[in-house]
């Protein structure tokens, strides 16, 4: 058993767990990009219009007006775009991507959670349509994910319903807490980054995964536990008897970020061919 993760079975409590290089090993928008582009939701033009700064963001991380700036981009990049469409192209590759990139010990901590009578619940900024078949792989009991707009076309509006960012997922917590019962001193969290401090300051029990330099520092001035989880692992690897059930629909929000991240990459390899020529 990890350390730190204690048997309390009353009053209810829960575990929550930022998704992006917490519970899986790369950025889930950077992980789809390729079935995106692939599918034809990103044309050329647009990729050129904003390659580099995208891809910087995506691979190195960003601050709160990065990310405010990168959510406005976003849903204005992805207006119009069909969700039917989008879900299709994820439904076939969710968990051929996925799977492998699951940290085993994120996997292990989830179980012992389960074990000790918790309730497991995926806080991610990423869309819900991608983070609920995710948190449903992993054996989650709930997910708090970003909501986009759909309109009666059943296409994204550009609009975002529900943000689940920074202080966003704090306040998710404390209402999931009220509505559930859980005893929040007693609750566990998980992220690897400091706009996630909200979070982890809402429970007994917070800690950071692989965390990036800046909650890495706020985890030693508080006396923060600090995991680090390297080891992906294929959960049928982790269970020979493990079958992957289908999922007809899956991924729509997420396709922004993918969309982002295929920005960057099909820049980069842009440059490097014409750098090279």
């Known amino acids: 058993m990890l350390k730190g993760v204690e048997n309390h079975l009353s009053p209810r409590t829960a575990a929550f767990f930022d998704l992006d290089k917490t519970v ?9 990009s390729k079935s995106f582009y692939q599918g034809g939701l990103i044309n050329r033009r647009a990729v050129l219009r904003t390659a580099y700064s995208q891809f910087v963001f995506l691979a190195g991380g960003a ?45 292990t901590l989830i179980e012992e959670h389960h074990a000790s009578g918790r309730d497991v619940v995926i806080v991610s900024t990423s869309g ?20 986009m707009v759909v309109g009666d076309d059943g296409c994204f509006t550009g ?7 920074g202080p966003t997922k704090a306040e998710a917590i404390r209402e999931l807490a009220a509505s559930e019962g859980y005893d929040l001193a007693r609750c566990y969290a998980y992220s690897d980054s400091v706009t996630d401090v909200p979070m982890l300051e809402a429970v007994g029990h917070p800690h950071a995964v692989n965390p990036d330099r800046a909650l890495r520092r706020e985890a030693l001035a508080r006396e923060w536990p600090i995991l680090d989880f390297h080891r992906p692992v294929r959960l049928k690897q982790r269970f020979p ?7 007809p629909a899956l991924v729509a929000a997420a396709a922004i970020g993918a969309a982002a991240a295929t920005a960057g990459l099909v820049w980069y390899a842009s440059r490097r061919r014409s750098t090279v020529a």
């Open 24 to 32: 899986i090993a790369k950025s889930s928008t950077l992980t789809f």
């Open 159 to 165: 609009e975002v319903e529900y943000y689940a960012y």
């Open 63 to 107: 601050d709160h007006d990065q990310m405010e700036r990168m959510r406005k981009y976003l849903s204005a990049l992805c207006r119009g775009w069909n969700v039917q469409q989008v879900k299709e192209i994820v439904a076939e590759t969710l968990h051929d991507l996925i799977d492998p990139i699951i940290y085993d010990e994120a996997a």
């Open 128 to 147: 819900a349509e991608v983070v609920e078949p995710i948190g449903e792989l992993l054996g989650a009991d709930r997910v708090v994910a970003t909501r």
């Open 241 to 247: 008897a493990f079958s992957v059930p289908p999922r």
